[in-house]
Structure formats: structure tokens, C-alpha cells
């Protein structure tokens, strides 16, 4: 095995953590932080508090790695079995380190309290392991190396203790290879589908291949599907290796790919309409304020987004944006388009553009479910406008999955998705899940 530490497996341990309980962060962090540092994560393990699993589990992965960390498992409490597991893997004895029983002492008295007996076994180790110093609580962490010559460093549960101690002991122990680096990237879009976007990465040269360095795969969550990039190797090549794929994806993508790194869609929207000096408002049904809410979840949006109108009853469209009452099936009029159409979704649109006096306004009506469905309108049937200068209001219509909150998310972030589209003049680009306006597929 090489002497460098390459890769990593990383531990989690809890019953909290294998029932769904509490959410494993720790190993999102910790796997961030071996990334930044040029070690590539290859697996990650939750267990409950099992001494038998989690030696079984060490012993598995020392012979795929020579780098485990494990964060859990190093309280006072029966359930705290990590010292245990580690010492059925090294074997030989447990012992009580006199400097930890001093330290964890100290910690309670620092604050007042008595250290109870229960808190002493935090003090023991298995003879061939190391204890790391936690400042910021009970368990102290410890570190040993395997017969493998694998490398493991067991460290808190809590993040607020887990993280300091890596940054401290583990980090500075890593051996990293000189010159090599691991480095991601990653470019995230809308309205092409992950299966489209495969198929032109696949079509350009396999650039999805499980073997190419940069590896390519993509990730969706909701509409947005993030294509990430992961480069591996002499750190000299990584950025021109890195450039030349982003420049591929791009073209092949065109105006689907909005942002990159941690950039949001909202975020996108507001960075083309601040450089041409254009304002947005916005006038929401369904969504009860989800779109605001992205638009203002990015600092700074103050510039750009004017405000909006939350109107959710016909009444509150009719009052504060204008829509005529006709337009609404209460009025009886033969003919109404409903609150859910077409001529509302405009009407609203156009209402919140004149009543703010914003350059661009969004409108969102729809049906967010369970129950609201009409005839020719099942739940999760959407329009969605987006009015201002100088051309037509555009409207587009969405059939929605049937899940309250998944109309919602859809629904917002669709309306983002207009506005992307229509500042980056792509007039061909159909969204996922649009219809007709009459419903049609
Ligand atoms: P322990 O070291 O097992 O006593 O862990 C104590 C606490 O740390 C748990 O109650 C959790 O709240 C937190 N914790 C443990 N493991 C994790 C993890 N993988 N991610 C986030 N929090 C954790
Ligand atoms: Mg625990």
C-alpha cells in the first residue's frame, strides 16, 4: 500500500445515525475537507453502535485503504463502543492514560462540576493507540495504526468537537503526495433533462466514460441537474485539464448551464439583470412565497428584486394586482378562464409590473394539490408569466408531478427558469414538464 495517504474510508457511528435520526454531516464535512487536502474519499460507512460491525468493518476497510477516519462512539455511555471495537482490531489490553483522566477532570471542573465515574472510561485506550486532546469537550480522540499499517483516527460525534480536532491532528498528519491534487468543479443547469445531457456528453467523445480523468457525472435535485467534474492527479495538469472540460460541457450544454460552484439559479437571474440595470417583481399564488424567498435567500438581491405579492385568494388578485374579476369562474360568466390559467397567470404578471414599476415581473398560479383539481386541470397544472418591455407577456404552462411541495419547488424555480431563458435570449428551449397552453403534451 502507498506510504501516501491517497484515498480515504470514513466512518460514521450511532444507532441515531443508521435509523435516519440525526443527519450524517459529519461525514459530508469530513469528506470535503480530505478533498481540499488531495485525498480522494472512496467510501463511506454508517453503523450502529455495534462493537462486533464496527471491528469487522475496520478490518474490512484497512485492506482497501491506509486512511480511516470514524467520528462517533467515544462517549461515556454503553453505547459508546468505538475504543472497543478498536481494541478487538489491535489487540492487547485496554489502559487508563493518566494525562486523559487529567485533562477530562480539568474540563468538568473548569466548569464547575464533579467528573463522574461513568466519564473515566473516556480516559482508556487500547495499549497501541494514541489519544488526541479534545479542548472542546469529554472525548478525547484516538489514533492508531492497524496491522495493515492503515491509519485510523476516531474522533467525537458532536461537529463542534469533530471538526476542530480534525483540522488540528488529523490534517496535519496526512501524508500527501507532492504534486498531486484532487480538484472538482462543477456546472449546474436547467431545462435539459439528465438523460439529454448524458447523451451529449456520451455523443462528444464519451466524455462520461467511469475511467476518464477528469471524471464527469451529473446530479439532479429537482429540475436542476449539476453536471460535476472531479480531476485526479499531478497538480501541474489540473486546471488546463479542468478548463478544457468546462469549455466542452458549455458548448454542448449552450444556455441550459446557468452557474457554477455554490451559485444558485435565483443568484444567476440577478447577476444578468443587475448588469443591465433591470429590476424584478413578482406576483405568486401557489407558491405562497417560495419565489421571493429564493430571490432573497441571495445576498444582495436588494438591487435587483423590488418586492412582490403574495395573493392568494381571487379577491386579493382583483384588489392588489388588478386581474379583472371577469377573468375568474365565480364571476359566472360563461366563459372564464379560472384562476388557474392562462389569462390569470398574464393579468397578474402585468398587474405586478405596472403596480411596481419593476423592467421584468413573474406570476405564478397554479394547482399545488391535493385536492383543486378541474376538469382539464389535474393537480399540479401550472402557468407561469413573465411579463416586460418590449415584448408579449410570455406564458407557459406545466403539468406538474402530483406532490403539494414538489409543485411548489418545481413551480418556483420554473419561473426562475423563464426569466434565465429570456435574458440569455433562448427563445427554443422547452422547459421539463412544459405542455401547451391547452394542456396538450
Ligand atoms: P457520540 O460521539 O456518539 O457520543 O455522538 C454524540 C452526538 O454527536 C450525537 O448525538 C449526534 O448529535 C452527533 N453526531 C454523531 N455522529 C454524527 C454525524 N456523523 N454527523 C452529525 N452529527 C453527529
Ligand atoms: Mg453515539
Not at 196 to 214: F, K, Q, S, V
Request: aromatic share 4%; charged share 20%; net charge neutral.
Amino acid at each position: 500500500m502507498s506510504t501516501y495517504h491517497r484515498t480515504a474510508a470514513i466512518v460514521s457511528q450511532g444507532d441515531e445515525i443508521v435509523l435516519g435520526q440525526t443527519l450524517d454531516t459529519n461525514s459530508r464535512w469530513l469528506s470535503g475537507r480530505l478533498m481540499d487536502a488531495g485525498v480522494l474519499p472512496v467510501e463511506h460507512v454508517s453503523l450502529p453502535d455495534d462493537r462486533g460491525a464496527i471491528a469487522a468493518t475496520l478490518t474490512r476497510l484497512s485492506e482497501r485503504v491506509n486512511l480511516i477516519i470514524c467520528s462517533g462512539g467515544l462517549g461515556p455511555t454503553a453505547d459508546d463502543l468505538t475504543r472497543f471495537a478498536l481494541l478487538d482490531v489491535l489487540g492487547g489490553e485496554m489502559v487508563e492514560d493518566e494525562a486523559s483522566l487529567a485533562a477530562i477532570r480539568a474540563y468538568f471542573e473548569s466548569r464547575g462540576r464533579v467528573m463522574g465515574e461513568l466519564n473515566r472510561v473516556q480516559a482508556q485506550r487500547p495499549r497501541a493507540a494514541e489519544m488526541i486532546a479534545n479542548p472542546h469537550g469529554t472525548a478525547p480522540g484516538l489514533f492508531a495504526r492497524l496491522p495493515s499499517g492503515c491509519e485510523v483516527f476516531c474522533l467525537p460525534g458532536p461537529p463542534r468537537e469533530m471538526m476542530p480536532m480534525f483540522e488540528s491532528h488529523v490534517r496535519p498528519r496526512l501524508r500527501l503526495e507532492p504534486g498531486r491534487t484532487v480538484v472538482t468543479r462543477s456546472l449546474h443547469t436547467i431545462g435539459l433533462g439528465e438523460s439529454e445531457i448524458a447523451a451529449r456528453l456520451t455523443r462528444a467523445g464519451d466524455m462520461m466514460a467511469r475511467t476518464r480523468n477528469p471524471s464527469i457525472g451529473t446530479t439532479a435535485s429537482q429540475s436542476i441537474v449539476s453536471v460535476r467534474m472531479r480531476y485526479e492527479g499531478a497538480s501541474a495538469g489540473a486546471a488546463a485539464a479542468l478548463d478544457a472540460d468546462e469549455r466542452a460541457v458549455r458548448d454542448l450544454l449552450g444556455s441550459a448551464v446557468f452557474a457554477d460552484g455554490d451559485q444558485t439559479l435565483a443568484a444567476a437571474c440577478l447577476a444578468r439583470l443587475r448588469e443591465r440595470k433591470q429590476t424584478l417583481s413578482v406576483a405568486e399564488s401557489c407558491t405562497g412565497g417560495l419565489l421571493g424567498s429564493l430571490i432573497t435567500d441571495v445576498a444582495g438581491s436588494s438591487d435587483v428584486f423590488v418586492g412582490g405579492w403574495l395573493t392568494y385568494s381571487n379577491e386579493a388578485k382583483r384588489r392588489d394586482l388588478g386581474v379583472p374579476a371577469a377573468l375568474f369562474s365565480e364571476s359566472g360568466a360563461a366563459a372564464a378562464p379560472g384562476a388557474v390559467s392562462a389569462e390569470v397567470a398574464a393579468a397578474m404578471a402585468e398587474g405586478a409590473r405596472r403596480v411596481s414599476g419593476s423592467s421584468f415581473a413573474l406570476s405564478i398560479t397554479g394547482i399545488a394539490g391535493p385536492g383543486g383539481a378541474v376538469p382539464g386541470k389535474p393537480v399540479g397544472t401550472v402557468f407561469i408569466g413573465l411579463a416586460g418591455d418590449g415584448f408579449a407577456t410570455k406564458i407557459r404552462r406545466f403539468a406538474m408531478s402530483s406532490d403539494r411541495s414538489a409543485v411548489r419547488d418545481w413551480a418556483a424555480r420554473a419561473a426562475l427558469a423563464m426569466l434565465w431563458f429570456h435574458v440569455v435570449d433562448d427563445t427554443t428551449t422547452r422547459l421539463l414538464r412544459e405542455v401547451r397552453l391547452d394542456g396538450s403534451a
